[in-house]
C-alpha cells in the first residue's frame, strides 16, 4: 500500500511542545482570577507533600497534628449570644452592629470597646450576606480563627500531663474539659481533626476563658498520636465504665502522663481504646450509669492531680 503524501498525521494538543507551558499559564490565570489554588497537571490538586501545609510542612513535622488552621472566622449572631460571647472573653475581631438602641446592643458595644474590639456599623443587606440569611438581630462578633498547638509541643517539663478527647462533638464538653485541664495544670488537650469538636466560640465560652492558657492540638489520627507519647516515655490511661482500676488507685499518673476521655455515649473508640495502656474507671455507686464527659474529666483530674501532688 503506498503511502500517502503530506506531512502525516496532525499531532494532538497535549503533544506538542507549548501545551505544558500554556495549561500552566490558564491555571495561574484562573487562579488569580478566582482565587482558587492553582492546580497541577490533568487538573488534580498538588498532593498534600507539595504543599506548604503537606506532610513534612516548613518544620518538617508530620501532617498527623498541624501548628495552625486556615479556617475562615467565625461569626457569632444574635443579641444575648454576642453579649454571652463577649462576657467569656471569646477572642473577637470586628463587631458588627446595626444600631445601638437595644440595651444588649448598648452592653456589647461597650465591651468591646473595653477589649479594644474594633466596632462597625452595617447594613440589615450587609449582615444578612454575612451570616447567610441566618437571625441576627442585627449584631454579629467576628471570633479569629483559633491557633492549633503541634502535640508534641505539649511534652513539657519532666512529667507533663496531657489531655486528650475521643468522639467529643459538643463544643460546649470541649471547653469544660479544657477548664477541667487548665485547673488542674494540664500542658494541653488532644482533639482528633474529623468527627470531633474543634475550638469555637462555644469552646472558648464554656471554658470560661482559660483557653487562652491551655493549648489544644489537633491530630489527624489519635490513636497514632497516643503511641507517639508512648514511645516518648508517657503513660497512656483511658477513661472507661469497663474499666478495672480506679482512678484513684493509678499510682503511675505521678510520671509523664495522658488521660484519654471518651464521649458519654460511645465512650472510647476501639483503636483508641486498645493503643492504651490501661483502662480506668470512675467508681459510681449511685444510680447514674455514666457522667457528662466534662465532669467525668474533672473528677478524673482532680484524682490524677491528687496523686502527682503526694
Not at 482558587?36 to 510542612?57: F, H, I, V, Y
Not at 477548664?179 to 469538636?197: K, M, T
Not at 489520627?221 to 483511658?238: D, E, I, P, T, W
Request: net charge positive; with cysteine; glycine share 12%.
Amino acid at each position: 500500500m503506498a503511502k500517502s503524501k503530506g506531512k502525516g498525521p496532525t499531532p494532538k494538543a497535549e503533544d506538542r511542545h507549548w501545551h505544558g507551558k500554556r495549561q500552566k499559564a490558564r491555571a495561574v490565570k484562573s487562579a488569580k482570577r478566582t482565587g482558587t489554588p492553582t492546580l497541577g497537571p490533568g487538573g488534580r490538586a498538588k498532593p498534600a507533600s507539595e504543599t506548604r501545609d503537606g506532610a513534612a510542612g516548613r518544620s518538617g513535622r508530620p501532617a498527623g497534628a498541624r501548628r495552625a488552621s486556615g479556617e475562615l472566622p467565625e461569626l457569632v449572631t444574635g443579641r444575648n449570644p454576642v453579649v454571652e460571647a463577649l462576657r467569656a472573653g471569646v477572642p473577637g475581631t470586628t463587631l458588627y452592629v446595626m444600631s445601638s438602641t437595644d440595651e444588649r446592643v448598648r452592653e456589647a458595644i461597650q465591651i468591646a470597646a473595653d477589649r479594644r474590639i474594633p466596632l462597625l456599623e452595617s447594613g440589615k443587606n450587609e449582615l444578612d450576606r454575612m451570616t447567610d440569611g441566618a437571625v441576627h438581630q442585627g449584631i454579629a462578633l467576628q471570633v479569629r480563627p483559633y491557633r492549633y498547638a503541634h502535640a508534641d509541643d505539649l511534652l513539657t517539663g519532666t512529667a507533663p500531663l496531657i489531655v486528650a478527647v475521643d468522639g467529643i462533638t459538643d463544643p460546649r464538653n470541649l471547653g469544660a474539659i479544657v477548664r477541667s485541664a487548665a485547673a488542674f495544670g494540664a500542658a494541653g488537650v488532644v482533639v482528633p481533626e474529623r468527627r470531633a469538636a474543634g475550638v469555637t466560640a462555644g469552646t472558648w465560652k464554656s471554658s470560661a476563658g482559660t483557653l487562652a492558657a491551655v493549648p489544644v492540638a489537633q491530630v489527624t489520627n489519635l490513636s497514632r498520636q497516643l503511641k507517639a507519647y508512648q514511645k516518648a516515655g508517657c503513660f497512656v490511661a483511658g477513661l472507661d465504665a469497663g474499666g478495672g482500676t480506679a482512678v484513684a488507685d493509678l499510682e503511675v499518673a505521678s510520671g509523664p502522663f495522658v488521660l484519654v476521655v471518651g464521649s458519654e455515649g460511645k465512650g472510647l473508640g476501639r483503636l483508641v481504646a486498645d493503643t492504651c495502656d490501661l483502662l480506668v474507671t470512675i467508681p459510681m455507686p449511685g444510680r447514674a450509669e455514666s457522667l457528662n464527659a466534662g465532669v467525668a474529666a474533672g473528677i478524673a483530674l482532680y484524682e490524677i492531680s491528687r496523686l502527682r501532688a503526694s
